[in-house]
Every structure is written in C-alpha cells, then in structure tokens.
C-alpha cells in the first residue's frame, strides 16, 4: 500500500489532500441549502432517489399570463421545505443542527409532503445527481432523517468531485500542476461540497477533456476507446449542452492515428447520437418555452437573434468585452461563495489566477505538445463555449431585444471548460528556468492561501450559532 501511494505523483497527492481538507471544512461551515439554486438541486437528488422522473405541476392548467416559474417540481418530505424556510429567514446565520423550524415537528412526524418548485433545475439531468442519490439512499435504508440524507449527498458529491478530478489529473497530458489549481477552484470545491449537481458537470467535463487529449499521443485509437468518448460526450450534452463544442477535440487527434474518414464516421455519429439523446430527454422534461415564460421568450429571442444578431454580439460587447459587468463573471468563477453573498476579497482572486498561470508553465518530461493547429483549435472551443454560455443564458432569462445587461450569467458557469486553458501553455521545453521542485512549492503555498481565506470567508459569512 505504502509504494503504491508512493508511485501516485505529488500534484496528485496534492489536489487529494487539499480538496479532502477543505471540502470537509466547507461541509460542516455552510448551513444547509446555501449554496445557489441548492433546494432545487437537493429537490432533483431526492425525487430521483424515489424513482421521480418527471417534474409534476403544482397546478395543472394555468392562465394565459399566469406565473410558470415555481409550478413545476415535487412532492418531498416536509421536512425538506422547513429546512428550507429556515434557511432562508435565518439568512444561514446562527443556525443549529436539525435546520429546521420546530413548529414543524409535527407535521414531519406524520410524514406529511408538500410541493417545492426547482425553477431553473427542473430539467437536469439524473447524472448530475448519482452521488446525492447514493448517499440519501443510504440514508433512506439506514432509516434516518432527512437532514442526514442531505449531509450524506454532500459528503457522496465531494468524494465523486474528488475521485472524478483526481482520474482527471492522472490522464492529463499538459501541465498537471494547472489542471491541480483548476481542481482546486475554490468555487467549484465550494459546489462539490453542497448538493449542486454542477459539480459533477465540471468534474466530468475535466474527466472528458483529459480522457481526449490523452489520445492525441497515441499510435492507433481503438474503436472501444472511441465508444467510451462517445458515451461521454453523449452525457456531457445531457449535463451541459452548451458542452457539445468540446467535441472539436476530436480533431486534435493527428490524421494518422486517427483517419479522415473514421473522425467523419464517428463525429457525426457521436454527433447525431448527442442530439437525439438530448431530444429524448427534455421530451419528458418541461418545455423551456413554458418554463421560462415569467422572464423571457426563449423561442422568440433565437427568431430575433437570427434576423439581427448584432442585437446580441453589441450587448456582449460593450458591456461584458469592454464593460464592467465582466468583472463579475471573474469574481464569481472563483470566489462568490453562499446565495452570491459571500464574495472573496478581490486581492484573493487575482493571486488565485495568478497561481494558475504560473502552474500551466510548469512543463514535465513526459508533456504533450500542441502545433500551431491544435492552438487554434483549442481556441476556438473556448470562444465558441464562452459565446454559448453567454448566449445560452440570454435566450432562457432576458426579455426579446434586451441590451442593458445578460440576467442570470455568473462565471461558475465557465469552470467546466476551464481545463481547455492548460494546453496552450504546453510545451515539450521547459518553459522557465526554475526547478520544477522550487515552482511546485511556491503554487502550492499560494493555492493553500487562496484555499483558507475562502475558508475564512465562509466562516466569517456563516458564524456558528
């Protein structure tokens, strides 16, 4: 056991003992439900434990301008809602083990249910939510409460958050100190330590994007290592469907090792199987037309966008390329931690990303290099995400037209592509006349720096009771 923890490499020792460490801190700092949109996360694990597919409507025939937002979601437990309303008249401040109002008690001892709607979640996929429902049906089988199950769900998502990133790192065949420091986002540990089902995307984003490129090196790729990369990709679009331009990664595989013909074959294959798949699903979800109907016009703003997409792109760029409002997708990629009301000291994210540069030039022996070609690849998937993400958001929560702003975008958003930055970095040279022993230390001394003052801030935004 001791040689073969031995064999396991120091950045992967590191991202382990670190996100062990302050994944658990985070756990027993935050409150329940205080991570965003979390009670519908939670919501989403807990149906899906009971074999909930579809969301139900709270009241099945709405008027023509009535509110759509909140009518769709499930029957849970009650004690599920006065967790909830606790949390949110008690701010997450001074609160104690159960979370709960004990006005309630009753009503929870007589197992009685009351609907919640999940909003913005009611379409996520079951994926996102393995973890958490493994540990509430722990919890179920074990015969405990509800609040037992949650911590439960938090523990599982850290542990899968962590075991995923960690097989990532492993595979990743550019700078594995830059793929340590984008694990280690305080941002999505925070994630990986609620219910979020975000945390499984940006995990099995960082998984598939190491599992591609450590192809680009090899001689002949099989078909079996194809099917297991269309099987992710499938799911990646079903998690994230703004996801599927990490597809392009396919063409950094060399011609020679991976032909023409196969990549047209198996891309539009993996290509189609990617639509139908995600057709199939959000068939037995909501309709987003009706879903996001309080807010905007999600099939109306595609009309106006095709007609004149100048509406669009002028937004984008006057107040997010060359505006102010793009601060805030910084800020919130790293350090905008509870209901986006726990914000980091801005210092901490700029030595935060400051950290991550100076680690993606750390090159190892055995790196991969890029050519010019796969550069521009490479970039274009990251314009090409941002542009979705950016749009994707648009579309479901901004009136038709709208310029003065893009509601509802935060940069937690950006995380799951965020590997894609490493490889530009890559080089078979060092990079820097620097032991890679000397670098190591001080990335890792400024990562535990940015790690405890996120602590700090939590701790100092959720005092204990």
Same mark, same amino acid.
């Given at each position: 056991?001791? &040689?073969?923890?031995?064999?396991? $490499?120091?950045?992967?020792?590191?991202?382990l003992?670190?996100?062990?460490? #302050?994944?658990?801190?985070m756990?027993?700092?935050?409150?329940?439900?205080?991570?965003?949109?979390?009670?519908?996360?939670?919501?989403?694990? =807990?149906? %899906?434990?009971?074999?909930?597919?579809?969301?139900?409507?709270?009241?099945?025939? +709405?008027?023509?301008?009535?509110?759509?937002?909140g009518?769709?979601?499930?029957?849970?437990?009650?004690?599920?809602? *006065?967790?909830?309303?606790y949390?949110?008249?008690t701010?997450?401040?001074?609160?104690?083990?159960?979370?709960?109002?004990?006005?309630?008690?009753?009503?929870?001892?007589?197992?009685?249910?009351?609907?919640?709607?999940?909003?913005?979640?009611?379409?996520?996929?079951?994926?996102?939510?393995?973890?958490?429902?493994?540990?509430?049906?722990?919890?179920?089988?074990?015969?405990?409460p509800?609040?037992?199950?949650?911590?439960?769900?938090?523990?599982?998502?850290?542990? %899968?958050?962590?075991?995923?990133?960690?097989m990532?790192?492993?595979?990743?065949?550019?700078?594995?100190?830059?793929?340590?420091?984008?694990?280690?986002?305080?941002?999505?540990?925070?994630?990986?330590?609620?219910? $979020?089902? &975000?945390?499984?995307?940006i995990?099995?984003?960082?998984?598939?994007?190491?599992?591609?490129? *450590?192809?680009?090196?090899?001689?002949?790729?099989?078909?079996?290592?194809?099917?297991?990369?269309?099987? +992710?990709?499938?799911?990646?679009?079903?998690?994230?469907?703004?996801?599927?331009?990490?597809?392009?990664?396919?063409? +950094?595989?060399?011609?020679?090792?991976?032909?023409?013909?196969r990549?047209?074959?198996?891309?539009?294959?993996i290509?189609?199987?990617?639509?139908?798949?995600?057709?199939?699903?959000?068939?037995?979800?909501?309709?987003?037309?009706?879903?996001?109907?309080?807010?905007a016009?999600?099939?109306?703003?595609?009309?106006t966008?095709?007609?004149?997409?100048?509406?669009?792109?002028?937004?984008?760029?006057?107040?997010?390329?060359?505006?102010?409002?793009?601060d805030?997708?910084?800020?919130?990629?790293?350090?905008?931690?509870?209901l986006? &009301?726990?914000?980091?000291?801005?210092?901490w994210?700029?030595?935060?990303?400051m950290?991550l540069?100076?680690?993606? #030039?750390?090159?190892?022996?055995?790196?991969?290099?890029?050519?010019?070609?796969?550069?521009?690849?490479?970039?274009?998937?990251?314009?090409? =995400?941002?542009?979705?993400? #950016?749009?994707?958001?648009?579309?479901?929560?901004?009136?038709v037209?709208?310029?003065?702003?893009i509601?509802?975008?935060q940069?937690?958003?950006?995380?799951?592509?965020?590997?894609?930055?490493?490889?530009?970095?890559? $080089?078979?040279?060092?990079?820097?006349?620097?032991k890679?022993?000397? +670098?190591?230390?001080?990335?890792?001394?400024?990562?535990?720096?940015?790690?405890?003052?996120?602590?700090?801030t939590? $701790?100092?935004?959720?005092?204990?009771?």
């Open positions: 056991m001791l &040689d073969k923890i031995k064999r396991i $490499s120091f950045l992967n020792r590191l991202f003992l670190l996100s062990v460490v #302050f994944g658990v801190v756990i027993n700092i935050v409150p329940p439900v205080q991570a965003p949109d979390e009670i519908g996360h939670f919501i989403k694990a =807990y149906s %899906f434990s009971e074999f909930k597919v579809r969301p139900q409507a709270n009241k099945k025939k +709405l008027a023509k301008n009535e509110s759509t937002w009518n769709f979601g499930f029957e849970v437990p009650y004690e599920i809602k *006065s967790m909830n309303s949390a949110l008249d701010n997450g401040k001074k609160t104690k083990y159960p979370y709960q109002y004990k006005i309630d008690e009753v009503k929870i001892k007589k197992g009685e249910e009351a609907f919640i709607g999940t909003g913005g979640i009611t379409n996520y996929f079951f994926v996102n939510y393995i973890p958490q429902i493994i540990g509430i049906k722990v919890g179920k089988a074990f015969e405990k509800v609040i037992w199950q949650y911590y439960a769900a938090r523990y599982l998502n850290l542990i %899968f958050y962590i075991v995923i990133v960690f990532a790192i492993k595979r990743f065949p550019f700078s594995k100190l830059g793929a340590t420091i984008l694990g280690l986002n305080p941002m999505a540990l925070f994630l990986a330590s609620s219910t $979020s089902g &975000d945390a499984m995307i995990a099995m984003s960082f998984f598939f994007i190491s599992w591609l490129t *450590s192809l680009i090196g090899k001689g002949h790729i099989s078909n079996l290592k194809l099917a297991i990369s269309a099987v +992710l990709m499938v799911i990646l679009v079903l998690l994230k469907p703004t996801l599927i331009v990490l597809g392009m990664l396919f063409f +950094l595989i060399p011609n020679k090792s991976f032909s023409i013909q990549k047209a074959i198996w891309g539009i294959s290509f189609a199987a990617c639509i139908l798949f995600y057709v199939l699903w959000n068939k037995m979800m909501i309709d987003q037309q009706i879903l996001y109907r309080d807010f016009n999600p099939s109306k703003q595609v009309a966008f095709l007609k004149d997409p100048a509406i669009f792109f002028e937004n984008f760029r006057k107040n997010y390329l060359f505006g102010t409002k793009g805030y997708i910084v800020y919130s990629s790293v350090g905008m931690f509870g986006l &009301d726990a914000p980091m000291g801005v210092h994210i700029v030595l935060y990303f950290t540069v100076g680690a993606c #030039f750390v090159q190892e022996k055995d790196n991969q290099g890029l050519i010019a070609y796969q550069r521009v690849i490479v970039i274009v998937m990251m314009i090409l =995400y941002a542009i979705l993400t #950016f749009f994707a958001l648009y579309q479901i929560w901004n009136k037209g709208r310029t003065a702003s509601e509802g975008l940069g937690r958003y950006f995380i799951p592509a965020s590997l894609l930055i490493v490889p530009l970095f890559s $080089s078979k040279d060092k990079l820097l006349n620097i890679n022993g000397k +670098l190591n230390l001080v990335v890792s001394l400024c990562i535990l720096m940015v790690l405890i003052a996120a602590v700090i939590l $701790s100092t935004r959720y005092p204990v009771g």
